[in-house]
């Protein structure tokens, strides 16, 4: 007979502290085709063979700057040899290339690193985007010109105006230097040339992307709204976009029913606005306050569709996902139409993430874009530099309304959610016509998922109670947006593992667990679609098969993996399935190393997924036909987002496996998040063994603590007693006890030592029992 143990851990880490969860060491094969080195413009070589014949305007003979190429997998070591000897590393090119910057006698000592197999110049020829704009390179355009971080920006500049180049914007970073220009672009090749240049591109315009979105998000049930109705509204979230402006005296955004925002500036106590600031420096025209009708009054809308709240009108039918929410809005818009940005969208991003008094905003959602042909352009590149370097931050971006392309940029970025458009109301199944596909021009699929975008009613700035219908992706990346805020409301209140909200429980999610829990609600019943595909990515967010709450028959387990894997290290979770009703659904997610603009492969730290079944069937990540995983096939080598899903699941124990395959940049972080019809969450025990006949336990007192907890035991039979504690990965912090106890009754006390406050778990083993729980540190 069996009994739970209310501890309630949630199965993922009661079973990794159990058996799994550490990390563990593997040999990881290097890949196929490890000689090769890949570039964006196309160009590729075997270093076995040695660098190719280039045009002589695209080769220079002597240069500071070189790539080289390492015996993979990449381990942590090998970038830190390199940068003993004073090279700088500046990027990862795939395959295990880094760019380095070194001098002849520095380049002597790399020469004789036993796992640096050849070395060569960055030529200029690699250093020139393969673009469809830059084919004759005849003409002036706007181009982008990246420099090295710690290049002499004013030497660039003045060769630039030399050559007669029109300076539009600067721009710098702790990652690079940027300037935009117009110029002749037979000067393409003599910029190529310079020492401080990394990469050039061409620039593109930034283009805008033009009631029943609530239950479909939440249950794809009429009128369901049941994450509304558990309570979960965006209260206490902050959120943000970029846009066109807000009409700030709609009901949807206003203070009160009289009083509203009316100029910019910070309103950290106000309902809905806790700020509204200009997206650029270029001063009126740019960033006029408010929204304005010869932009369709785009921002009222898309903002509408995130966070408003009509309750001072009454209407609650057109409101926002993240109804409760609260907004920190940058106005790009002004007379002189579209939206103009700051030249490095770190500077954009920068500003709602520091927030206010208010607090930080976390989730971010940017309807627009530029069609660059599914390139990896320096925006996208920016968007994922600033998301490595603020994990907990989540970008939400429309993947274009130009079906005869492929994905925009900036959603053409690896860690941002790339939204696609299905339709609104009954038509929830269907894939919207004007959506852009993907997938980028390294093959990653785009985009990530669905949300409604055709049809979708919300906030019109023409008036101050007025709504209108809009269609386009700009439509469903808000959309997703208040999705994805929900899920870190969710997770914030502690409604996970118990299905209720406990603050105890609460966890603050990294911007990968919100995302592998959007990706993993996905619906991927979409007409004349099958998942994965360039259309409708993983399909149609509904939230409702993802969370849980009290009395579900799904469960839903989860790991947000801070600390990361290094090329060799793996982890191991174990789950019960107890039946084939509910489908197996597995969802690796990781916020990944910026990639090179100039590399071919835009993936730096390679993770990889694999799933075995009770009868030791293997399913690899992203190996799928007919709608589920299939047994066989090869890792994904390109995607940060790995899906495992069997339909009908065999009983048993489940083995999901994450392996760090390939982190020339790591660690790498990641999440992962399982759900199925799962054995109970919490700790099972034998209630008729003899262990109560020899040993009595009492849980840990008081919990949570501040200065320190008590464990008391009693033994009736002498016996080993071991106390350990554990991080909330299963890595093993400290042991309390370790050591042989006679007949007794026993206290030991544990003040936390020099570890920070936050969420941990002990573990109680005498002879075979074994106890688990959790303890909350507070400081």
Known sequence: MMRRVVIALGLIIAVALATNGMIRQYTPQPYADADWIYFENGIQFNVRVGAPELSALLTV??????????????????????EATGAQVYTYIANYTYLVKMDDVVKYEIEQIDFVDWIG???????????SAFENLQGIREITIVLYPDAQLDEVLIYLVGIGAKITDTAESTWDKLITCEVDLSYVHDIARLEQVQWIEPRHKIELQNSNVQWILQTCVTDNRRVWDMGIRGEEELVSTCDTGIRTSHYCFRSTASTWITDF??????????AYQPANNYGPGYADFGDESWNQYHGTHTG???????????????DGIAIKSRIYFLDGGGTNGAVYLYPN???????????NAAGSCKIMSNSWGSDAGGAYTAQAQQSDQFMWDHPDFLLFFSNGNLPS????????????????SCNNSYGWNQFSSFSTPGPTNDGRIKPTLLSPGASVISASGGSDNGYAM???TSMSSPGAAGAGTLIRQYYREGWWPTGSANPSDSIIASAALIKATLVISCDPSITSHTVPDYYIGWGRIDLDSALYFAGDNRGLEVVDHTSGLSTGNYVEYTYNVLSSDVAFRAVLVWTDYPGSLGGGKKLVNDLHLTVTDPNTDEYKGNVWSGGESQTGGSSDTLNVEECVRVNTPATGTWTVRVDGANCPQGPQPFALVVT??????????????????????????PNPFKDKTCFSFTLNKPDHVRISIYSVVGQRLQTILDERRDVGQYTVYWSGNALPGGVYFYRVEVGTYCSTGKLVLQR
């Open 61 to 82: 003979e002597e240069s500071d700057y070189y790539l080289v190429h390492c015996q993979g997998p990449m381990y942590p070591e090998y970038k830190a040899s390199i």
């Open 121 to 131: 110049i960055y030529q200029p020829a690699y250093k020139i985007s393969g673009q």
């Open 265 to 274: 500036g910070d309103y950290p106590t106000d309902r809905k606005i806790i």
């Open 304 to 318: 509408g569709t995130i966070t408003g709240d009509d309750t001072l009108n009454g209407l609650e039918i057109r």
């Open 345 to 355: 969208f770190i500077t954009l991003y920068n500003l709602p993430y520091t927030g």
């Open 405 to 420: 392309v492929v994905v925009i940029s900036p959603a053409s970025a690896k860690n941002v959610v790339s939204v696609g």
């Open 470 to 472: 809009g269609s386009g």
């Open 676 to 701: 199925a019809d799962l054995e109970g969450f919490g700790i099972y025990e034998d209630a008729t063994s003899d262990v109560d006949t020899k040993f009595g336990f009492s849980a840990p007192y």
